[in-house]
């Protein structure tokens, strides 16, 4: 666990939506039922593609500051990683017989994505999803709205969302990918989906280069900064408890 959640005193409610989420615990037993898993990629899918304009809008606003000269790369790779996680949970759903809706155009570009309005977007999707669970318009409403590219949030704020959001699925999926009840029961196709997350080099290098950024805006913020990241940090925390457990009471 990153010490800066210790730091802030968020150390309980990271641990509440990662190994002692009843969902992450399930999964890493192998005990989680088809249709709770099946919800929450469903869900994710979609949830990937608010999260790609709000990851356009971070990368926006990484400031012209030779301090964070190495970020606006590495995040732009991010948001081109995105392509292919979008294409992982096509084949992965294909594989379970899940149905994905129609998404919303995803920009092949930067400057595209940012000329979208954020709101717009979740209109979208309310529109032609009928199974957008509130949890998940939750979520992807504070994402591409509340820190959107339209949205006075500051990057202090949203390079911590990010980095929330992301080391919540990397220790999530670890944890998984080291029970000895996952290593010896769970099939190919969803060992290879948790190493997405959990057992991808790549992945464990992004995490530390927004946990370093992290650390930077947390040594040079005011109090009222602190408190401003806090809060978007806890609210990340928040809503992935409420899309773990949303998805597996879904799913009952």
């Known amino acids: 666990m990153s010490d800066i959640f210790a730091k802030l005193g968020l150390t309980d409610q990271f641990e509440a939506c990662t190994a002692s989420s009843a969902f992450i615990q399930q999964l890493a037993a192998v005990q989680i039922p088809d249709s709770a898993f099946n919800e929450w990629l469903f869900q994710d899918f979609i949830f990937v593609r608010a999260f790609a304009h709000f990851l356009a809008s971070t990368i926006s606003s990484v400031p012209n500051d030779p301090k964070f000269s190495f970020l606006s790369e590495t995040l732009k790779g991010g948001f081109d990683v995105l392509k292919e996680e979008m ?12 149905d994905l809706p129609e998404l919303p155009s995803f920009s092949a570009s930067l400057d595209g994505e940012l000329a979208q309005d954020g709101a717009h977007l979740l ?91 992290v650390r930077l805006v947390l040594e040079t913020a005011t109090e009222e900064g ?10 990340v925390l928040d809503l992935e408890v409420q899309f773990w457990d949303g998805s597996l009471s879904a799913g009952k």
């Open 87 to 98: 294409r992982i949970f096509k084949e992965k759903a294909s594989d379970r017989g899940v």
């Open 123 to 213: 209109a979208e999707l309310r529109q032609t999803i009928l199974r957008f669970s509130p949890f998940n318009d939750a979520y992807c409403t504070f994402l591409a709205v509340d820190l959107g590219a339209k949205s006075l949030s500051t990057f202090a704020e949203r390079i911590a969302v990010l980095w929330a959001a992301e080391i919540v699925y990397l220790t999530a999926f670890k944890f998984v990918l080291r029970s000895e009840e996952f290593k010896a029961v769970a099939g190919e196709s969803l060992k290879g989906f948790m190493e997405w997350w959990g057992g991808n080099r790549a992945f464990d290098t992004y995490v530390d280069t927004l946990s370093a950024a």
């Open 226 to 235: 602190k408190e401003v990241v806090k809060r978007g940090i806890t609210k």
